[in-house]
């Protein structure tokens, strides 16, 4: 199970990668999103995979799960949820202003 | 455990949330945020002087005990650093109120300016590493609206490059939160200290080191500085010196700790490494700035080489050298946002950020020029001005430990800061002048005020040395002596 999602870490830092490296500005932040969603399955890692045990330590059960990446995948998720909603209305702005949403031709016109 | 520092963080974060709800309130919006930054000056005083006198204080929120709880803790750096920051935000502040304009005021200007702050002062007194992250992640909201506040074609452009930039670098931070937590099962930063003490530094840990180093290289522009100079020449001047005084010293903040506190093992591979990247800064950064005739572009130039010479200063890890490191940190402070509020007078005056476009200026507005030409002396390290003490102890340091090289390249890149900003001088202040008074396009009526406040502060922190230098020692001996965190933060509990 370690190494299944090991390696869907892997490939969502990869596709990441080269959606960034577009010219087209919503496939730039579709790239970011993958990346930070391999993050957050890394911290989910980061305390063990532990099937079906649950968060609290009782008198009869022998392991638990540690519930601190939880706590720290959601914190992440929020911020994440709210960058990526700023970033959406940002590119709506540029996009308008600009008339274009290729990087490229907006380099171009903001120079003249 | 003691309450009150955590007022440095929750003050201006609940007076930003009550000035959202009066938005059009210009005039109560303006004194609220004074009077909040000058309660939070007088707080960090009161706080300095009771760590002078009783040690390093924590407060451990929810009355959970370390490790398990997440601590705040102010230790005498983190103290200084909150000071330094407080009186800078003001003397920004005031001159925001005459340059920041009407539309910018009314959209929640003064809010985000607070959560700014709350932000910074939070990121210096947390011990938890997952909430530096959440705090980094509070000042970056609140910049990345500042950045894009107003809405230009330009602004829009530059701040898209800040907030991938800084989307990528938090999650690598997060990558690295996940690492060590796997390693260490700990995220409190006394307690991954003293575990990595016991169980030593090895490949792995300083592996996670490293990554964690490059994800704050990215946001104090220590070596992957790029994208700096194009976003902090976006935004007006007021927000643009909030930035360039602040926002860097963040992410220099942070590598502090985590090489002073945690990964102090190894200093041949990371600490050398930091050296390099700082050498390489200066250098990069030098040249940046002697090869531009714009101000704004030599101006954010040198806020590269600041950063490269404070962390010339930890690469020596001496005494000495980060002595000189904590005073050239305040100092840089203190001169970014002084050279950024006077770049942008200039620029308010003439209506153009080149050059060719200005000249005589001296005749017009003799103490802006003479301030500039105090500025630009204390920023090349001339004595008795405030750069020129941490300068002579960071390149004592580096001497000190045979690393002559980076010593070398910071006193040589001295010589060029001084050129840059001498081409300003000459260009803007000297020569025939050509703007008659009537003809100028703004005026810089009640912005000379903040300027001479802090043209004051940077001589006041070179000639009253003295005064300053024995809070300086102590938070040297601090970062040098990581049991004193470590005791202070356990309070005599066992250490799990």
């Not at chain 2, 004074?34 to 929120?61: A, P």
Request: glycine share 10%.
């Amino acid at each position: 199970m370690e190494t299944l999602l090991a390696i869907l870490i892997g490939v969502l830092f990869f596709s990441g990668t080269y959606l960034i490296l577009s010219k087209q500005l919503i496939r730039v932040f579709l790239g970011l999103s993958l990346i930070t969603h391999g993050a957050n399955l890394l911290l989910l890692m980061s305390g063990g995979l532990k099937g079906g045990s649950p968060p609290l330590i009782s008198e009869n059960s022998s392991q638990f799960t540690d519930p601190l990446p939880q706590a720290l995948i959601l914190t992440a998720i929020v911020i994440n949820f709210a960058i990526t909603a700023f970033l959406l209305v940002l590119s709506y702005q540029a996009y308008k202003k600009y008339q274009t949403d290729d990087l490229d031709q907006m380099r171009r016109n903001g120079n003249e | 455990m003691n309450n009150l520092i955590i007022i440095p963080i929750i003050l201006p974060l609940l007076v930003g949330m009550i000035l959202v709800l009066f938005k059009n309130k210009i005039i109560f919006q303006r004194v609220v945020s004074l009077v909040t930054l000058v309660g939070m000056i007088v707080v960090s005083i009161y706080l300095m002087n009771t760590i002078k006198n009783d040690g390093i204080q924590t407060l451990q929120l929810g009355g959970w005990e370390a490790p398990f709880g997440i601590g705040i803790v102010a230790d005498m750096f983190a103290i200084l650093l909150v000071l330094t920051t407080a009186v800078v935000a003001t003397c920004v502040l005031l001159f925001a109120f005459r340059s920041i304009g009407e539309d910018r005021e009314r959209h929640y200007f003064y809010p985000l300016f607070l959560f700014l702050i709350a932000g910074v002062s939070g990121s210096f007194l947390t011990s938890d590493l997952f909430n530096l992250y959440v705090f980094f992640e509070v000042l970056l909201v609140a910049s990345y609206v500042l950045i894009s506040l107003g809405g230009e074609k330009r602004q829009l452009r530059e701040s898209m490059t800040y907030v991938v930039i800084n989307i990528i670098s938090s999650a690598l931070f997060l990558v690295g939160i996940a690492y060590l937590y796997t390693v260490t099962g700990t995220l409190s930063l006394a307690h991954l200290s003293s575990r990595i003490a016991e169980a030593g530094q090895d490949y792995l840990i300083t592996t996670i080191a490293i990554l964690l180093l490059l994800v704050f290289a990215i946001k104090a522009g220590l070596f992957l500085f790029y994208w700096l100079p194009g976003s902090y020449s976006a935004p007006p001047t007021a927000i643009a010196a909030i930035f360039a005084a602040l926002l860097t010293k963040v992410g220099i903040y942070a590598i502090f700790r985590l090489f002073t506190l945690i990964f102090y093992h190894q200093p041949d591979v990371t600490h050398v490494f930091i050296g390099a990247l700082a050498a390489l800064t200066m250098i990069l950064g030098g040249i940046g700035a002697i090869a531009y005739s714009d101000i704004h572009k030599i101006l954010t130039y040198n806020v590269v080489i600041g950063v490269g010479f404070i962390l010339a200063g930890l690469a020596s890890f001496t005494y000495d050298g980060i002595l000189g490191s904590i005073h050239y940190l305040m100092h840089d402070m203190v001169i970014k946002a002084l050279i950024f509020l006077i770049g942008g007078a200039i620029i308010y005056i003439t209506g153009s950020s080149h050059l060719k476009h200005m000249s005589g200026l001296i005749r017009t507005h003799p103490y802006l020029g003479w301030m500039f030409f105090i500025a630009a002396l204390s920023l090349a390290g001339i004595p008795p001005l405030s750069g020129f003490i941490g300068k002579i102890f960071i390149v004592k340091g580096t001497f000190d430990q045979s690393l002559f090289w980076i010593g070398a390249v910071g006193l040589i890149t001295s010589l060029l800061i001084l050129y840059s900003m001498m081409k300003i001088f000459m260009n803007a202040f000297w020569g025939e002048t050509i703007l008659d008074v009537n003809e100028e396009k703004g005026s810089t009526k009640g912005m000379l005020f903040p300027i001479a406040l802090l043209t004051l502060l940077t001589i006041l922190l070179g000639v009253g040395a003295e005064g300053i230098m024995g809070y300086i020692e102590i938070a040297t001996k601090a970062l040098l002596d990581s049991s004193l965190y470590i005791d202070a933060v356990f309070n005599g509990n066992p250490i799990p």
